[in-house]
């Protein structure tokens, strides 16, 4: 304690010398007198520790600094507390951490505005160095104050100029919150806003309704007025008088002022006066004074009417009552002269019906005008509008000239759409289908054909076709979230089950065709069918997770100029791509495959069906997306269920339906001698390898050609029974030697 005493009583002595220092300078010298202090960064600070300054010499007008007068001790304290917290921030680690100090320079404003704009200047000057100049020093990086928000209002605007910042903790006026003229100030006080509006609060809550306002001149008393005026307007409180005082009290007839507005409140206590409240009577209607001293004498319409000769001019067709707002008749005779009144036009334009507006042209009177039919989505529900009013566009809609607002009608992919219902039945068709051709398969298991076909693979293939089937249903009705994303992942994920079938289908054929017996032993020892499709459809899934996971399938609504459609968002395109793209390149590996086997045996000869199927797959895609794009409304769905159709149905008829009509109508060759037969005619047909030795004309040598054929049967089966033949032919010279055969069968596992 004993330390602190002693530091502010250094401060306050030096301060004092430093001010009285600069009162003693010479009138002619315009530096103004500060408290400084050095530092690496420099902060102003700007206080009224003087109340006024003495008044200008008469005939004097060069610049000078006017002495301040009448010490305040309350700019005192606020220096000394400016100048404490500098020093308790240069003790702080942060600053000492990166050996920064903070200095100061602090100037009176002495209450007066002239003696601000002066220190303003000076501390705006402190970082502009000129050669021979004596004010040359630290810039100022931010200024603190000023009290009075007349004095702040006026170096703001100088500040403002080179963006210093300025800090006022009592300048309180509304204006200095306009940051489009006073961008670089901030104060640690509420404005004036809340000052009157609490101020009107207070009244209201006790009831005094008849007030007087007394302000002092300047920015600051006539911000404040201004606003409480707002305020207390807003709550029925009425101003009886305002008294405007001068903002010094050594001003020239402060005293008189004073003492008036003393006066004035004495005298004013109260795949009103007397005479308000006053009622008086006059010919038996009953008189008194309004709140605003208005009688509440209505007025008389005459008609006057001509005979040719001369007009009456008395004719009293009707009274205007003041507090109603109507007219009253005066008598029954004159209520039909009155009506008649209504009958004569006198209007510049005609009236604008419901539907138009009024449009006056620039220059021209306000009542002639033209009628103007409203323009899309506005509408005007009255005779002779000024303006057209405005639909809510994300509900409501209307035509050129509406008189109303049509409210928008939601649509999506009904289920009593006409195109819907063919959709679905399509799907349901081809769900009854799908478990026909799954009970005839499992009733025809053990046969060849069934075999041929894929065995358990082929009720993989149907189980995903009915899923697939399901997922196409998903696309009409109304959507929601979890419609939006199970149509696709369902898709997805059934359709590549689908594919990946069939790509093992393709691959097994082509491997058990293979006529090199070297590539053939590799590729039964890498073939893993159950483990193909798991990988295949895994990759899948993946992909349906990471689409769920970040921008997920969900409800939109389209805000349509008439309608609002509601459906489905694919959330990432690119995704959606993305998992379109995987199966079209399993589709598109298995037409490569399917395509290489196309000449192999009629009962093997899948390949052909596979290929048409997965051609039909590809082009119905690439076809999807211009048409997907370019259609419109609420058919988006139904383009991309189509899709989903014809893929499940080229899969159906084209791998299914021809194995189904053999079961069915050629019994005949759904047997294993018939299938030994097709292989036999096959083998004979085919020819791997040809292999010639050359010889020379001088040398006579024998040549022989092999040509030897290898033709597996029933592949897709776990084992089957395989025929070699080989056509071995020696020949003794080009056109003649012996041919033979030699066959054997043997036990394969495919």
């Known amino acids: 304690m004993p330390w602190t005493a002693l530091i502010i009583c250094s401060h306050l002595t030096l301060l004092t010398v430093i001010l009285e220092t600069g009162q003693a300078a010479a009138e002619n010298d315009t530096r103004v007198p500060a408290a400084t202090a050095p530092g690496d960064v420099i902060i102003g600070g700007m206080f009224s520790i003087h109340e006024d300054v003495e008044k200008r010499k008469k005939g004097s007008f060069e610049p000078q ?17 400016m100048i404490n917290a500098i020093e308790v921030m240069n003790k702080q ?91 670089a100030f901030m104060r640690t006080i509420p404005n004036d806003l809340h000052q009157t509006a609490a101020m009107a609060h207070l009244l209201e809550c006790n009831n005094w309704t008849w007030v007087g306002i007394i302000i002092t001149d300047g920015s600051y008393g006539r911000s404040a007025l201004e606003s409480f005026t707002s305020s207390a307007s807003n709550k029925s409180i009425c101003v009886a008088f305002k008294w405007i005082l001068p903002v010094f009290v050594t001003s020239e007839g402060v005293s008189y002022a004073i003492k008036q507005t003393a006066t004035e409140i004495l005298q004013n206590p109260k795949v009103n006066k007397a005479l308000s409240k006053q009622e008086f009577e006059l010919q038996g209607k009953i008189y008194m004074f309004d709140s605003n001293g208005d009688i509440n004498q209505g007025y008389e319409v005459v008609m006057w009417q001509s005979n040719g000769r001369e007009v009456d001019v008395h004719n ?3 009274e205007y009552d003041l507090n109603t707002n109507s007219f009253h008749y005066t008598n029954r005779s004159t209520i039909q002269k009155f009506i008649n009144l209504k009958n004569i036009f006198s209007k510049c334009s005609n009236s604008c019906k419901p539907g ?66 063919v959709l679905l039945t399509f799907a349901a068709m081809g769900i009854v289908l799908v478990f026909m051709v799954s009970a005839l398969f499992f009733h025809k298991r053990a046969t060849p054909v069934v075999k041929a076909a894929g065995g358990p693979l082929s009720q993989v293939i149907l189980f995903s076709l009915v899923i697939s089937y399901v997922s196409a249903v998903l696309f009409v009705g109304r959507p929601n979230g979890i419609q939006c994303k199970a149509q696709q992942m369902m898709f997805g994920i059934s359709f590549t089950l689908c594919i990946s079938c069939i790509l093992v289908k393709s691959l097994r054929i082509l491997m058990a065709f293979q006529l090199n017996p070297a590539v053939q032993v590799v590729l039964r020892q890498v073939h893993k069918p159950y483990v193909t499709v798991g990988i295949v459809v895994g990759l899948q899934v993946v992909i349906c997770i990471c689409w769920l996971a970040l921008r997920s399938p969900s409800k939109e609504i389209l805000n349509l100029p008439k309608t609002l459609l509601e459906r489905c968002n694919k959330g990432s395109y690119v995704a959606f791509g993305v998992m379109l793209g995987y199966i079209a390149i399993l589709a598109f590996v298995c037409f490569i495959c399917a395509f290489k086997g196309r000449k192999l045996p009629q009962h093997y000869n899948e390949a052909k069906f596979i290929t048409f199927s997965t051609l039909l797959f590809l082009i119905s895609w690439l076809l999807f997306i211009p048409i997907y794009v370019t259609t419109p409304g609420r058919y988006i769905s139904a383009v991309e269920m189509t899709v989903i159709l014809i893929s499940n149905y080229s899969i159906l008829s084209c791998h299914f339906f021809p194995k189904c009509f053999t079961m069915l109508f050629k019994k005949e060759k759904n047997t294993e001698s018939a299938f030994r037969k097709n292989l036999y005619e096959y083998s004979n047909k085919s020819v791997d390898s040809v292999s010639w030795s050359s010889w020379s004309e001088s040398q006579s040598s024998s040549q022989h050609v092999i040509i030897s054929t290898l033709s597996p049967v029933v592949p897709p089966a776990k084992s ?31």
Request: aromatic letters at 8%.
């Open 356 to 421: 138009q507006s009024k449009k006056t042209a620039e220059g021209q009177h306000t009542c002639c005008y033209e009628c103007i039919n409203c323009a899309k989505n506005y509408y005007s529900n009255g005779i002779d509008m000024d303006q057209c009013l405005t639909c809510d566009e994300g509900k409501e809609w209307s035509d050129e000239g509406s008189s109303n607002c049509t409210p928008k009608a939601q649509i999506y992919f009904s289920w009593h759409d006409g195109f819907a219902v």
């Open 720 to 750: 089957a029974v395989v025929t070699d033949c080989k056509d071995t032919t020696t020949f003794k010279g080009l056109y003649r030697g012996q041919h033979s055969w030699h066959c054997h069968s043997r036990r394969s596992s495919i």
């Open 316 to 318: 009293f067709v009707a």
């Open 93 to 183: 680690p942060q600053l000492r951490a990166v050996n920064i100090t903070l200095g100061y320079r602090i100037t009176d404003s002495c209450s007066d505005v002239s003696t601000a704009l002066r220190a303003t200047t000076d501390f705006l000057k402190q970082g502009q160095c000129h050669a021979g100049s004596s004010n040359c020093g630290q810039p100022i990086m931010a200024i603190i104050g000023a009290a009075l928000s007349e004095t702040s209002i006026a170096i703001a605007r100088q500040l403002t100029l080179q963006m210093v910042p300025q800090i006022s903790c009592t300048s309180t006026a509304v204006s200095l919150s306009d940051k489009s003229r006073f961008p």
């Open 65 to 81: 600094i006017q002495p301040c007068v009448r010490f305040k001790n309350r700019g005192l304290v606020h220096t000394l507390a």
